[in-house]
């Protein structure tokens, strides 16, 4: 069983924020008062399968809405936690695939899992004692593989539960220690919506507008009237602001053929813009 200090160890991935961040919390009633902590503001909302006195009470006490059901509004909220998702949830790539459409761009889902290279396990394993319970065991790969299908950018790994164990011996047979793996029970998982950069850039202007940057630009890659669509997307840039900057980093993250960003850079210099464009390809 974890410990208070190992349960609220996830909460190290949240910043402080002093906006109204909206939140999504499920089960971890006991991440409620940390999360306060660091989230004075928030909007938090709490989902659990059993609501006892206590939790209610707790939940009153850190300001958390008690709510029965998700959304189906997309983008709602800026942080999703739920430590079980992987452990002991059912259908988990689809309740996956649905928090990163709660989750707004810059958003990102905390979580955790058990890890079946901890050396714990392949002692158990080596004496034949095979698990036989509800909590399902993963390799950081497989998790990232998992994250990446269900369409997450960034993710990043933080030790949780760790145990007391020599790795030397299981290195002798072969078995890679990276990053403590070996040692490490209990991994604690970061998985982001979109990556910072791109999270960045869609905060700046409206989703109308970059949806039109998007589709022009898509448009000049393809040869779809290139000309014509340069200069709308000239007149798209003057009319909302967009600067050079913006746009480089737009053009890095939507076009990949380096012929397309070879004709806007040279076109753009005779509206008088320098684009930092790379090289494509």
Excluded at 58 to 65: I, N, S, Y
Excluded at 218 to 233: G, M, V
């Amino acid at each position: 069983m974890l410990n208070d200090l190992e349960r609220r160890e996830i909460l190290n991935f949240v910043p402080p924020n002093f906006l109204p961040v909206p939140v999504l919390v499920i089960e971890a009633a006991e991440l409620l008062e940390g999360l306060r902590e660091i989230l004075p503001a928030a909007q938090i909302a709490f989902m659990t399968a059993e609501l006892s006195p206590a939790i209610k009470n707790l939940c009153d006490k850190c300001r958390a809405d008690l709510v029965d059901e998700l959304p189906f509004a997309p983008k709602v909220f800026e942080l999703i936690i739920d430590r079980q998702v992987l452990t002991t949830g059912e259908n988990f790539y689809t309740t996956l695939r649905k928090f990163n459409y709660l989750l707004k761009d810059s958003g990102f889902l905390l979580t955790q899992f058990y890890n079946v290279r901890f050396i714990g396990i392949l002692e158990r394993l080596r004496r034949g004692k095979f698990f036989n319970n509800e909590q399902r065991l993963w390799a950081k790969a497989d998790v990232v593989k998992l994250l990446d299908d269900a369409l997450y950018k960034e993710i990043r790994f933080l030790p949780g539960e760790r145990g007391n164990f020599s790795a030397e011996e299981w290195e002798s047979f072969g078995f890679d220690n990276f990053n403590d793996d070996l040692m490490t029970k209990i991994w604690l998982v970061k998985a982001c919506k979109c990556t910072a950069e791109v999270a960045a850039l869609k905060e700046i202007f409206t989703p109308e507008v970059r949806a039109d940057l998007s589709r022009l630009l898509h448009r000049i890659e393809y040869d779809i009237d290139a000309e014509k669509n340069f200069l709308r997307l000239m007149a798209l840039c003057d009319r909302a602001g967009i600067f050079d900057d913006y746009l480089s980093d737009f053009i890095n993250q939507v076009i990949v053929h380096a012929a397309a960003k070879d004709f806007i850079k040279a076109r753009a210099e005779i509206f008088g813009r320098t684009l930092d464009l790379d090289s494509g390809d």
